[in-house]
Structures are given as C-alpha cells and as structure tokens.
C-alpha cells in the first residue's frame, strides 16, 4: 500500500517521526516529499506548502486528494484506515491511558521545544544557544519526570508504554526521547522510559522511521 500516500517530512522533525512509525507499523510506504525546515529560510513558509498546511507546520499527509495535517490526527486516521495492527487498546480505559501519555508529550512538552519556538526565542528574544537550550532541556525534564511516574507506577506498562505491542504512546514517546538527547540530557534519568526506547529500536517500525535513516539526512 503506497502509491496513493504521500508525506510531506523532514528528516529530524520528531512529529514527522511519529508519522512514519505509524506508517512503518500500518505497512504502509509513502511517497515522500522533503520539506528542509532551515533552507531557504524554512521551505514550510513556502506559498505552495503554506497552501496546503496553512500553519506550515510537518508532518502533512495526502492520501486520496485529501490533506491531513497534525501528527496525532495522521495517525488516528491511518488506525482507523488500516485495522492492524491496532495503534489503540480496545478497551476505552486502555485507550484512554495511551492518550494520555500521548498527549502528555505531543501537547505539553514537544510544543514550547520545536523549531520555531527556538528560533523566536533567539530572534525575537535574544537568547544564546545555550540558553535555548537550557530551556529545552528544563521543559523535557519537567515531563519526563512526570511520564517516569506515571509510567513507572501503573501495572499496565509492559515492554512498551502499554503493554507488550506498540501504541500511539510509544509513538510519541521514542521521537521525543531522540530530542532529549538532542540537547544532551540522559535517558538513563528515566529508567523506565529508557528500558522502553531500548526495547522500541529493536522493532523494526521504530528502526527504520529513525532520523539517521532517511533518504533527505544529513
């Protein structure tokens, strides 16, 4: 299944690397489209990929002449297209939880850590690169100490977030681990996340939709 999917990424984007997990896990295998979010001044603030994600943001998928942007809402429908394997627990309690944690990520620490909130703040803001990097760190470290907890202390977690088989939590969980280390932080910090990541990068999924491993890296 590929030829009607195609996803406009870019290689170190951890929102775009949740999309691709997502695919890899659905078999599904995109056309891919590079959008260099640094060269020529951010090719996302171009008039033809402004046109088709207004808020120039990646990942965007086209699928059937439709465009779904948002990396949740990209995978909620690709489970919703592609039934196996399930990226979501059956039971509503389960699916909740994965949500959660999903969330936990994708809404509160990935947002005040992206590009554009690092460029404003040395643009606009004057900060140094370290300092920019402090703040990242900080945010990262403010959630996944909570993520650790709530992790740590449920009897569902297995050998991902929930349970044994990968979900959407594991999905936004491993890109924002590969960030984390982005700014130098240690894993080891979090026991149970790093005992996750470890066992996620031996799935294959996880393994190909790594950044170092597409075709536009660097």
């Not at 002449?65 to 948002?70: E, F, L, N, S, Y």
């Not at 643009?123 to 907890?149: K, N, P």
Request: glycine content about 6%; overall charge negative; hydrophobic content about 45%.
């Amino acid at each position: 299944m590929a030829a009607d999917f195609a996803l406009y990424g870019y290689f170190r984007s951890s929102a775009a690397f949740r999309a691709r997990i997502a695919l890899n896990l659905k078999g599904i295998k995109p056309e891919l489209r590079f959008i260099h979010l640094i060269k020529d001044g951010g090719q996302q603030h171009t008039a033809d990929y402004k046109a088709l994600n207004p808020q120039q943001l990646i990942p965007a998928l086209v699928h059937d002449g439709h465009t779904i942007t948002q990396s949740l809402a990209i995978i909620e429908y690709l489970d919703e297209i592609v039934a196996e394997p399930p990226l979501l627990p059956k039971d509503p309690i389960g699916r909740a939880r994965c949500r959660e944690l999903a969330y936990a990520i994708a809404c509160d620490i990935h947002p005040v850590n992206n590009l554009r909130v690092a460029q404003y703040l040395k643009s606009d803001l004057g900060a140094q690169d370290d300092q920019v990097a402090g703040w990242q760190r900080h945010w990262i470290e403010v959630g996944f100490g909570a993520l650790e907890t709530m992790l740590a202390a449920p009897s569902l977690t297995g050998k991902f977030c929930h349970g044994d088989t990968p979900t959407l939590a594991d999905i936004c969980l491993i890109p924002q681990v590969f960030n984390a280390r982005r700014v130098k932080l240690d894993i080891a910090t979090w026991p149970t996340i790093a005992r996750i990541e470890a066992h996620a990068m031996t799935h294959p999924a996880f393994d190909a939709a790594q950044p170092k491993n597409q075709p536009d890296a660097e």
